[in-house]
Nanobody, 121 residues
Framework: QVQVVESGGGLVQAGGSQTLSCTAS????????MAWFRQAPGKERDFVARITWAGASFYADSVKGRFTISRDNAKNTMILEMNNLKPEDTAVYYC???????????????WGQGTQVTVSS
């Protein structure tokens, strides 16, 4: 079993920056992809970004150019650096781990509890 824990959420003003972290533990994650999803109030959970074991990254159009995803395989951690935040970025952000590199939730086996990011206007 894999345990996934996010941290780093909170309140930030529009135009500001925030960094989220995700740590996975419990088994080796070699070749696994790590990803971020988010769920805004009243909306479905959406893909944000993902990064493969080899470091290949992919972003949703809504965050491209503003968010940067990275990972440290030795520490089983992933970072999401968020810049130029907008009120529409307000959501609960979830870290996910899966064997396939995908933008679809169903391909991710392990999920964190989520961390709230609130962007004030």
């Amino acid at each position: 079993q894999v345990q996934v824990v996010e941290s780093g959420g909170g309140l930030v003003q529009a135009g500001g920056s925030q960094t989220l972290s995700c740590t996975a533990s419990g088994r080796t994650l070699e070749q696994y992809t790590m990803a971020w999803f988010r769920q805004a109030p009243g909306k479905e959970r959406d893909f944000v970004a993902r990064i493969t074991w080899a470091g290949a990254s992919f972003y949703a159009d809504s965050v491209k150019g503003r968010f940067t995803i990275s990972r440290d395989n030795a520490k089983n951690t992933m970072i999401l650096e968020m810049n130029n935040l907008k009120p529409e970025d307000t959501a609960v952000y979830y870290c996910a781990v899966g064997a396939l590199s995908s933008t679809y939730q169903r391909f991710y086996n392990y999920w964190g509890q989520g961390t709230q990011v609130t962007v004030s206007s």
